[in-house]
């Protein structure tokens, strides 16, 4: 037997085949061999990202509401505006009146239309006053009101002096409570978003209450899970973030966008693909909130962004 196969070896044509099928058994071995050793040490990459993530987030105090696998699908994503008695839950603080005129006179040096003037609100609680004891009975900070007043003109102060250009006052939503659920056999994750009315001048003035608070120690930099909503009139923002994701010439690869310095505190700094917060804008032909309009008019501006940096690149 041996010299059978010792025999088809030396003959020249049975040589060529045995070494083709060899060479390339050795060569699928060496793939297999690459593929797992790459998958590995992906996995070990990932694992250590993952690993610094997790302390990122510690130290930056992110608290995860809930878990997206499996993925929230947007038949059990229910989004509303918040009333009492028919009336829309909203949150305004009032632009120092001084501050405001200043404003003003500055757009319409600028050439701005009547139409095209910041607008702000007055005063408006949750409760439809305007001396906002409710919030400091809410959150439990009784001096929220004399910080309110406070801060007011901080921020005041940051529009009228903006200086790379003047700050719109854009209709934003707030989120006055959060909950989630579980839905069918199969048990598949939903969420219950009520949303009150607010601006961004309000979004920056407790935005600025919050730094303050922060800065003091207050318990409102560590709340979690059980408490956070507690502080529902911090909550004066809500962004959807998105991840472009793509084949690139080293595999997947992810697009970033590069953030203007003045939204990132006066630097530069790159961020995630989309990332916008919903507006008064995004609502259906029937008036109802719709997260999916939020996410198209954000992908729209981020593609405008990176095809007119591709086209000048």
């Known amino acids: 037997m041996l010299d059978q196969v010792m025999g088809a070896v030396a003959n020249d044509a049975s040589s060529e085949l045995f070494f083709l099928l060899f060479g390339s058994f050795i060569l699928y071995v060496l793939q297999q061999s690459y593929r797992k050793v790459k998958n590995i ?3 070990r990459r990932l694992r250590h990202e993952l690993s610094l993530y997790k302390k990122r987030k510690d130290s930056i105090n992110v608290v995860d509401l809930a878990n997206g696998d499996p993925e929230f699908e947007k038949r059990n994503i229910f989004s509303r ?3 009492i008695f028919g009336a829309h839950r909203s949150l305004f603080l009032s632009m120092p009146v001084e501050i405001e005129e200043k404003i003003i006179s500055r757009e319409r040096e600028a050439g701005y239309m009547d139409s095209q003037l910041s607008k702000f609100h007055a005063d408006t609680s949750f409760d439809g006053g305007s001396d906002f004891k409710d919030l400091a009975e809410l959150t439990g900070i009784i001096e929220l009101p004399c910080l309110i007043n406070k801060h007011k003109n901080i921020v005041g102060e940051e529009f009228l002096n903006a200086k790379e250009r003047l700050i719109f006052n854009g209709d934003k939503y707030g989120v006055f409570n959060l909950k989630f659920t579980r839905f069918g056999d199969d048990e598949k994750p939903g969420v219950e978003i009520d949303f009150f009315k607010t601006d961004y001048y309000t979004h920056r003035v407790f935005r600025s209450i ?8 207050h318990p409102i930099a560590s709340a979690g899970l059980s408490d956070f909503l507690k502080y529902k009139p911090f909550l004066t923002s809500f962004g ?4 472009l994701i793509c084949e690139g010439g080293h595999g997947k ?7 203007s310095g003045r939204v990132q505190g006066g630097v530069q700094k790159y961020h995630i693909t989309m990332n916008e ?3 008064q804008t995004d609502k259906d032909p029937f008036g109802k909130v719709d997260l999916e309009l939020c996410f198209k008019r954000g992908s729209s501006k981020s593609w405008e962004l990176m095809i007119n940096y591709i086209n000048t690149g």
């Open 240 to 243: 959807i973030n998105a991840l």
């Open 41 to 43: 040490r992906h996995r």
């Open 210 to 217: 919050y730094q303050e608070l922060k800065l003091n120690g």
């Open 81 to 83: 505006e918040v009333s």
């Open 277 to 279: 917060g919903l507006s």
């Open 253 to 259: 690869e992810i697009i970033l966008s590069k953030r």
